[in-house]
């Protein structure tokens, strides 16, 4: 029997690391939670009922209506970034140096109960996120670019 070559010690020392708290948004279930409400990229289509359609599928709309939601359309990394060099401390939270596409659904009518009707509004904007050991978490807030 071969005693342990140097590639297999690699391989073990990059499975260890893969598995290490923090290491890997796949075994982060509040990130991944992040990704499903508020990351859309690229843009879906729901032929003319955006909101409708993508709040239903990602299970924002049981048992009851969410209120509003907001989408970013931007790449993983793009957003993951804004917890360390894409993003400014914005008390607790982290604000993007960048602006994002976003797109937030807003609940038509005043009842929670579905079926649920959402309007649409898609502008660029700078994410407000919580970030958790490097990871979002948390979505806050955007904040709409203006021009001077």
Sequence with gaps: MRPLG???????????AELLPGSSGGNNPRYEKFLNQHRDDPRSSFHGRYC????????LTKPECKEANTFIHGSKRRIRAVCGQGGVPSGQLQ????PFR????????????????????????????????????????SQIVTTV
């Design 52 to 59: 409708d359609g993508l709040m239903r599928s990602r299970g």
């Design 95 to 98: 604000r993007s140096r960048q």
């Design 102 to 141: 976003v797109t937030t659904c807003t609940l038509r009518g005043g009842s929670t109960r579905p079926p649920c009707e959402y309007k649409e509004n898609t502008s660029p904007r700078y994410i407000v996120i919580g970030c958790e050991d490097g990871w979002p978490v948390h979505y806050d807030e």
């Design 6 to 16: 140097g590639k297999c010690c690699f391989l073990l020392l990059l499975l260890v």
